[in-house]
């Protein structure tokens, strides 16, 4: 089994809680030696209290975790204001009120137009898998300690609140990864002259995948299908359609086993666009494809493209 699983994450559980589940169900129920059991990784973590689309990457799917690190997310969720906690979200307690709450939809609706009309820098929360000198933060919040973190350029393609009944918004939002939407929430209360958190969220997308295609873990594992005979599953060959694609002939195909780089700048002049793009660098990297299977990744460096990884 090479692709990946859609799974559509329950609150209360990590996203490597999903992997640990996974791989106890093959090994309890199905049968397979820890030795045999595939590799399973995910394509971007979903905090315990978020629920939506988790991509669980399994066997060789998982050399191409990097490629779903970096889609582009979509999310759904629940703002809460005129309270916050210091994660941004309600797995702790409140350690900030205020009773200076939005007047109006209209209100926020100016104010998150604003924040997708400009740039948007984002300073990481403590409360996260950042790592600073090799730890993640998350470990040094617990411990009382907090450093100066860079901030990061994000990017929101669409920040919407469609409905607003004091003191919750429901909103939309698709940004670019490592955008931390708890962090968001507490950005736009502070807009408002309040305070505010996430009090629910819910993925659903990341790149070209759909939560509506995503089925939930018991789903899962009460079938006596495989896996790769499942709606929810991903050929490994398919797993990187919304990016640009090449096709290589046989003679190139084999060439690109042998090492021979130069190779790759003519099978470059044949690259189609996707219909969706996974993320706002997916022109910076190709799929090579032989006869529909994935063989082959380039990439675009600084002006110049050179073969990234070749899949034998």
């Known amino acids: 089994m090479n692709g990946a699983l859609l799974i559509r994450k329950e609150a209360g559980i990590t996203s490597f809680g999903v992997i640990d589940v996974l791989k106890r169900h093959l090994r309890d129920e199905k049968g397979i030696k820890p030795r045999d059991l595939p590799k399973l990784g995910h394509g971007g973590t979903l905090d315990p209290f978020a629920t939506g689309l988790l991509i669980v990457l399994v066997g060789r799917g998982v050399k191409l975790a990097r490629y779903f690190l970096g889609a582009t ?19 702790s307690p409140v350690s900030e009120t205020s009773t ?118 018991p789903e899962i594992l009460k079938t006596n299908q495989a896996w790769n005979e499942l709606p929810c599953w991903v050929a490994f060959d398919h797993l990187l359609k919304g990016y640009p694609r090449a096709e290589a002939s046989p003679e190139e195909h084999q060439a690109l086993l042998q090492g021979k780089q130069a190779v790759i700048f003519s099978i470059l002049k044949r690259v189609n666009p996707p219909a969706e793009r996974s993320s706002e660098t997916s022109d910076d990297c190709v799929a090579i494809y032989n006869t529909d299977r994935l063989i082959a990744i380039a990439r675009k460096t600084d002006d110049v493209w050179g073969l990234e990884r070749v899949l034998s």
């Open 73 to 91: 997310k979509g999310y759904e969720g629940l703002i809460h204001f005129g309270q916050t906690t210091v994660p941004g979200d309600p797995t």
């Open 100 to 217: 200076n709450l939005p007047r109006s939809l209209e209100e926020l609706q100016d104010l998150t137009l604003r924040l997708t009309n400009q740039p948007y820098l984002q300073t990481p929360p403590m409360h996260s898998a950042k790592k600073m000198n090799g730890r993640p933060l998350y470990e040094l919040a617990r411990e009382g300690i907090e450093v100066e973190r860079e901030p990061k350029l994000c990017r929101l393609y669409e920040f919407n609140v469609g409905d607003y009944t004091a003191p919750n918004a429901q909103f939309q939002l698709k940004c670019s990864s490592g955008t931390y939407v708890r962090t968001l929430a507490q950005d736009l209360g502070r807009l408002c002259n309040s305070v505010a958190m996430l009090e629910t969220l819910n993925r659903t997308q990341s790149g070209v995948f759909r939560l509506t295609d995503a089925w939930s873990l």
